[in-house]
Structure formats: C-alpha cells, structure tokens
C-alpha cells in the first residue's frame, strides 16, 4: 500500500459524541476520521474549528423558540497545542491525537483579540456579519495553511466551499497540491459568495480576479478549477451536480456516502451477528448470501431490546408510550426542504395507532425552520401519539436509529444530495419510508428494506408536496399493518440490515477516496 499524509478540511467535525453538531456533515467527517484511525494506516489529519458555543441549545416559551449558546467540555477532549497568527488575529490550536489521527481545531477565542473577534469562531454556522462569515473561513484557511507548510502532505480532501479559502494562500505562494473537493449538497447556499469589499479588507484579490463576477468572490471556483476530482456524495447527486455545473463535468465523480458501522450499530445487533454470523464485520462484502442464518425471532427480540432502550430515555422527558404500537421517527434538520410538514396533519396522524417521534434543530435565520418546530409541538400537545425531543445530538441520534420500528426520510427531490440517518437506522434493521432522492435511490428497494414515496425527479422546481403526502400516509397505514404481523415484519427488517451493511460501510467510502488520491 503507498503511503500517504492527508489534510481534510471540514467546517465540522463531531470524532466525539459529545461535540456538538449542526447537521450531517460534522457527524459524517468525524465518521471518515475514525474509519482512517481503525482501519488505515495513512496519517490522517484532519482540520476545523473549535466552536466553543457550539451551534444552538433550544429552549421554549410562549410560544416562541429561544436560542442560547451551546457549551461543551472541550478541554476534556482536547489539549491546546500552540498560537500562530493570521495578520493581527491571534489564532489558538487545539489538538487531538489517537494514532494515525490528528484533529486540529482553531479558536479565535484568545485574550489577547479583542471580544468581537474572540467571538468570531464560537458558533457553529452563526454569524451575525459578512464580515464574520469572511474571518471564519481564513480562520480555518489560513491555520489549514499553516500545518500544510510545517507537514507536506500528499492530498488536500476539502468539504465543501466553506473549506476552500486555504486555496488562496496556496496559489499565492505557489504552493501546488493534490486536491479532492467534495461537495455535499446541491443547495445554491452552499456555493458561497462573498462581496469583493468586505473580502479585501483581509486578502488582495488582484490576482483571484477570475474567481470574482460583478460584486461577488466565489472560492469555490478556486477549487473547481485546481482539484484533480470534485466528487458528488451519491450517484444522483452527481448527475445533480453535472447539470449545475458542466464546466466541471470531466473531473466530476461520485463517492456515496457511508457511515461507521460500529459507532451507530446497537449493541443488541451485534450480539446476534456476532453469535450467528461469525466474523462477519471481515466478510461484510458477503453477508448478505448468509441472511438465512439469523433466525427472524432472534432479529425481533434484539430488535425490542433497542426499542426498549429508546422507550426508557423518553421517561426522563415524563413520556410513557406503549412498546407494542409502532414507532415513526423524523430526525432531521428542520428546513424546507427536508419536508416535515408532510407529517402536520392532526386528522391523520390521531387515527393512526402508532408513534410519532420528531425531532431536530433549525438554524436561527430559518424563520419557517423554527415555525415547523412550533408546528410540531403545537401538535404533540393536542395529540398523545406524537412527540418532540429538543436539543437533537448524536446521542439522541443513537436511540433513535436504533429503537424506532421505521425511519421516516421525505426531502424533496432533488435536493438532498445523499443522506446518512437511514443507513444509521438500517444498519439497525430499522427499514425507512424515504422519497426517492440522495443514496435512498441506490441502496433501498420497494417492500424488500423499505418504502418510497413520489418520483425520482430532477427538476428543483418541481411541486409534488400534495401527492407526495398522500402517498406518505398511505405507505405509513401499510406500515402500520405490516407491524403486526411481525414475522413479515421481522422479514424486512433482516433484509434491511443484510443489505445495508455493505453498501454503507464507511470503509468502502474511505476506499473509494483513496483510491481518488492516489
């Protein structure tokens, strides 16, 4: 095997629970980290910033959400390496290491900057000014920057536009790399542009002026145009991303998404392929001939003891449900696109004899973000089978994948670009009720380990909200009547594990970018 040292450049990063996250991309980039750490022997190191804030704790009142910082114990994660300096932005390093890993985080939280710049990086994703929006990104460029001239690494992998701006430095003094740049959404807001005035209060554009139209600078253009392979996160997602931007349709490739496996696993489940299925996280490219050796009581009774965990945590929040309805789960982010108002209806949801669980965060500028929030509690108020858990985290995250009977995942085509919270509930047996978008298209088949709704359409402007939530009421009624009968049940639930596990598997994903960096 070549060996190789490798920069990855995130604007999140969630290695440990217990770090807080704003959505998918801090989970799925601590995920690549820890398969690099458990199973590769290149150096992997891995570069964000360390939001001391984190990114927003809910709390409710009349009416209204009420957002508060998010704080965390960092310093029990991470040990403080040294201070460098970004023009008069004194910048402090803190850093973690576990064998071939290496995550460096940076803080403009120094005592030596004055409070408004001290603020800049302590929220994740919250910035109050253009002005901060610029600081947080050559924050974590110029640090990125920095450990690349001190380590002389082989390839670049960086995440999305956020994490391009330490292409600038390079070019500037000539230094050439090998770059991967992965984009993650097909979201028009994640190919940022920044006003060329407030940008050259810190960085000369004279010679960016390519990457710059009218009034706007637009990094991404930067790494369009010196990655060696700009890579979609699912196979749609590519096509997606070819028609947004043709001038990039040569280097343009696909690595779908996947998670680790024993991060999100239950322990239940992993008991009964341990005990049936010897050794079968070494042959997981195989497992799927050897189904027939799980006996469907044995996928139940773990099954139950997963639901039984997630039935206990909902205590603490004063909520008793009865184990024997179904549980439907919706955990996402709350924003449009990812639709829960398909689910807002009190009429359907109190003839329904199931479970309904939501829960997710908005971003603090999501005005209809946060009123879908209200929506939801307005409901579980007038409702008994439908409830919301605030302050959704990875553990949250955890019982939910592992203790819910179906996973409820309904974005609107074509706009989810690949998605991980079902194969978190798959690899659980957990079968989801998805649209028919991101990598849901790829690893999911109808009535075998799960269920669509809609079109696989490719056209954002596209409204199909109307049939889409027939539809979706209709596949949660046969849901209902599948649950009990629980060996049909326990049926899809074996074919959704067994087919899950090597599709998903992050050491598939992480072999699919090694083998772009070579």
């Known amino acids: 095997m070549i060996f190789m040292k490798i920069a990855f450049v995130t604007p999140e990063i969630s290695f440990k629970d217990e770090i ?21 022997d290149f150096e992997f190191h891995a570069f964000s910033i360390l939001y001391k804030k984190g990114y927003v704790k809910q709390k409710f009142k009349d009416g209204k959400i009420i957002e508060e910082a998010e704080t965390w114990e960092y310093e029990k994660i991470l040990k403080k390496e040294e201070t460098i300096k970004f023009k008069d932005i004194y910048i402090d390093v803190w850093k973690y290491e576990d064998k071939n890993l290496k995550v460096f985080l940076f803080s403009s939280d120094n005592e030596k900057n004055d409070e408004k710049i001290r603020e800049v990086t302590n929220r994740l994703y919250v910035d109050e000014t253009e002005e901060e929006r610029i600081l947080k990104r050559l924050i974590l460029a110029y640090g990125t920057f920095y450990y690349i001239k001190k380590f002389d690494y082989d390839v670049i992998h960086l995440n999305e536009a956020f994490s391009t701006w330490v292409l600038i ?27 060329i005035k407030e940008v050259e209060k810190f960085i000369d554009l ?8 009218f009034e706007h600078f637009k990094p991404y253009l930067i790494a369009f145009k010196l990655s060696k392979f700009v890579n979609a996160v699912s196979k749609k997602h590519k096509e997606i991303s070819k028609s947004q931007f043709p001038q990039i349709e040569e280097k343009l490739v696909h690595v779908t998404n996947g998670i680790l496996i024993e991060r999100w696993m239950g322990k239940n489940i992993k008991k009964i392929l341990d005990e049936y299925i010897p050794n079968w996280f070494n042959r997981i490219d195989e497992i799927e001939k050897e189904k ?8 139940l009774n773990a099954h139950q003891k997963e639901k039984e965990e ?14 024997k309805k179904p549980i439907f789960t919706f955990a996402r982010r709350f924003t449009q696109y990812k639709r829960p108002y398909l689910l807002f209806s009190e009429e359907k949801l109190s003839k329904l004899d199931a479970i309904f669980i939501f829960s997710g965060k908005a971003h603090p500028k999501d005005l209809l973000g946060k009123q879908f929030i209200l929506q939801v509690i307005s409901i579980s108020k007038a409702l008994d089978n439908v409830i919301y858990i605030p302050n959704y985290n990875v553990k949250i995250a955890k019982l939910l994948v592992k203790g819910s009977d179906f996973w409820i ?5 074509p706009l989810e ?18 649209s028919r978008d991101g990598a849901m298209v790829e690893i999911i088949n109808e009535n075998y380990n799960g269920f669509f709704i809609g079109k696989n359409l490719f056209d954002i402007e596209a409204n199909t909200d109307f049939q889409d939530q027939t539809e979706l009421f209709e596949k949660i009624n046969f849901a209902c009547e599948l649950f009990k009968d629980k ?17 998903v598997d992050s050491r598939r994903m992480v072999s699919e970018y090694i083998n772009l960096y070579k």
């Open 310 to 323: 997630l039935i206990n945590f909902l205590k603490s929040y004063n909520i008793k449900i009865d184990s």
């Open 487 to 503: 060996l049909k049940y326990a049926e899809i639930c074996k074919n959704t594990l067994f087919s899950f596990l090597p599709k």
């Open 206 to 213: 004279n010679d960016l002026k390519e990457f710059c139209s």
């Open 20 to 40: 807080p996250i704003a959505g998918g991309l801090g989970v799925l980039s601590g995920d690549i980290a820890l398969t690099f750490r458990n199973y590769f």
């Open 292 to 299: 027939e050796n799980l006996p469907l009581k044995e996928v």
């Open 417 to 434: 670009a690949s998605a991980t919270s079902f194969m978190k509930a798959g690899i659980n047996g957990v079968p989801s009720i998805a």
């Open 409 to 413: 995942i309904v974005p609107k085509p």
């Open 169 to 195: 430095f390079l070019l500037k003094e000539n230094i050439f790399k090998k770059i991967i740049f992965t984009i993650h959404t097909p979201l028009e807001v994640a190919f940022e542009k920044f006003n």
